[in-house]
């Protein structure tokens, strides 16, 4: 069964600095790999996914996100964070092949200060 | 485009009392889910369906019922109402061919309290 761990509860990043919001998973087959992001009061917004090709994937809002096979990582980053980069962050993944129900990370809440 | 609606954004129910949580999305997608999501646990899935007239059951399916009759609509049941139900639900769609599964798309929730 596949599985996805956040090991941060939360993420704390001044403006301007570089951010990076941690992803782990366990899945049979190659991954196909998501994050999305969530603010107040508000449903999942997808950012990014990653199938096949080149580790480093760019998303929505200046986010990008680096594929590692042999640490089976998958960690989200971007070069300089915003305040209205605060939100709740969840990683997702499922296997690549066939349908297989998309599993979540428990999330990580990102509070930029200004 | 209003992508995935649902209705009620907020309800208060009593012990043992049903209401149905409805969801409708216009983008023609072929999958749709319902999850629940509680503080610190991330989202869990309660069931999905491939298409109209198809439902299967997710990781937390106990409670709860669900039913497709139109591509677009898939709603949620609840007959009697507990209070480990109190969560926020959330509906999402997606679409699936042959290249695979396209990223799923949230409505912005149903806060559900039961006292």
């Known amino acids: 069964a596949q599985s996805v761990a956040q090991p941060e509860d939360q993420v704390n990043v001044a403006e301007g600095n570089p951010l990076t919001v941690k992803c782990t998973y366990s899945?049979?087959?190659?991954?196909?790999l998501f994050w999305y992001v969530q603010y107040p009061n508000r449903g999942l917004q997808f950012l990014l996914k990653?199938?096949?090709?080149?580790?480093l994937v760019k998303g929505s809002y200046g986010f990008e996100a680096e594929f590692n096979k042999s640490q089976t990582s998958f960690h989200l980053k971007k070069p300089s964070a915003l305040v209205s980069d605060s939100a709740l962050y969840f990683c997702?993944?499922?296997?690549?092949?066939?349908?297989?129900?998309?599993?979540f990370g428990t999330g990580t809440r990102l509070l930029v200060s200004p | 485009n209003a992508g995935v609606t649902q209705t009620p954004k907020f309800r208060i129910l009593k012990i043992g009392q049903s209401m149905t949580l409805q969801c409708t999305q216009d983008?023609?997608?072929?999958?749709m889910y319902w999850y629940r999501q509680d503080p610190g646990m991330g989202l869990k899935l309660i069931y999905y369906?491939?298409?109209?007239?198809?439902?299967d059951k997710g990781e937390v399916p106990n409670g709860y019922n669900v039913s497709r009759s139109t591509t677009e609509d898939f709603p949620l049941r609840l007959e009697l109402a507990a209070p480990s139900q109190t969560s926020v639900y959330f509906c999402?769609?997606?679409?699936?061919?042959?290249?695979?599964?396209?990223?799923?798309?949230f409505g912005d929730g149903t806060r559900l309290s039961i006292l």
């Open positions: 899945v049979s087959g190659n991954p196909y």
């Open positions: 990653y199938i096949t090709g080149d580790n």
């Open positions: 997702a993944v499922r296997p690549y092949t066939g349908f297989q129900k998309l599993v």
């Open positions: 369906s491939v298409g109209a007239g198809i439902t």
């Open positions: 999402a769609s997606s679409y699936y061919d042959r290249v695979g599964h396209q990223p799923q798309h």
């Open positions: 983008m023609n997608h072929n999958y």
